[in-house]
């Protein structure tokens, strides 16, 4: 069964630093992989999609890395700011058949203070 | 254009009670999802449709809960005699369907509380 972990549960960072998230997962037998962010109250946002096949994506500040073989994907926010303060959490679709079920990590709660 | 919708926003009942979850997708969207979130926890597939009929509902956890989506748009997640344990966020997603690939759309879900 696919377990997928992030690491840290929480973090808190000033404005302006660049952080990491990191997002790891026991099967590599994957199809992709989703970074999403959740306001609290709301549902979530997809950030970015990683194919199997792809090493990073990136779109503005944000990139994120693949290492299927390793299990592994980090987000990386550069120059943060007060509005990236959300819970980002990762996803993985499963590559057998034709399965369409996400498996989530509990997700890391960011703050950003001003 | 409209998101994902999903009613009531929250819903509080009683052990032993019958809930009704409705969600509205994004119009045009053939794939529909239901996940759950537990407080600290990330969503929980639940069950998969395409169209009308679920091709996937491996993550129903027992036979209180059901899903429909008649014609094919609007599904409605039913749980039947609910327990505390049910307490939780219910998450609807759809998708084009055009592959695999293809990102799902989260709604903002209904917070269930069962007393």
């Known amino acids: 069964k696919q377990e997928v972990t992030q690491i840290p549960a929480a973090l808190s960072v000033p404005e302006g630093e660049n952080l990491v998230l990191n997002c790891s997962f026991t099967d590599s037998a994957i199809y992709n992989l989703q970074w999403f962010r959740q306001d609290p109250g709301k549902g979530l946002t997809s950030l970015l999609l990683i194919q199997s096949s792809q090493r990073e994506q990136t779109s503005g500040r944000l990139n994120a890395s693949l290492d299927k073989s390793s299990g592994r994907s980090t987000l990386y926010i550069a120059a943060s700011q007060p509005g990236d303060s959300a819970t980002y959490l990762c996803a993985v679709l499963p590559y057998s058949g034709s399965a369409r079920q996400l498996t989530f990590g509990s997700g890391t709660q960011l703050t950003v203070l001003p | 254009g409209a998101g994902v919708s999903q009613t009531p926003s929250n819903k509080v009942t009683e052990k032993g009670k019958y809930v009704e979850l409705r969600c509205d997708p994004i119009s045009g969207h053939t794939a529909l999802y239901w996940y759950r979130q537990s407080l600290g926890q990330g969503p929980e597939f639940l069950i998969y449709f395409q169209g009308t009929g679920a091709a996937d509902d491996s993550g129903l956890p027992n036979d209180r809960f059901f899903a429909v989506r008649p014609e094919g748009s609007v599904s409605t997640l039913k749980i039947q005699r609910t327990e505390r344990g049910d307490s939780a966020v219910y998450l609807c997603?759809?998708?084009?369907?055009?592959?695999?690939?293809?990102?799902?759309?989260f709604g903002p879900g209904t917070r269930l509380l069962v007393l």
């Open positions: 997603a759809s998708s084009k369907n055009r592959g695999r690939q293809e990102t799902q759309y």
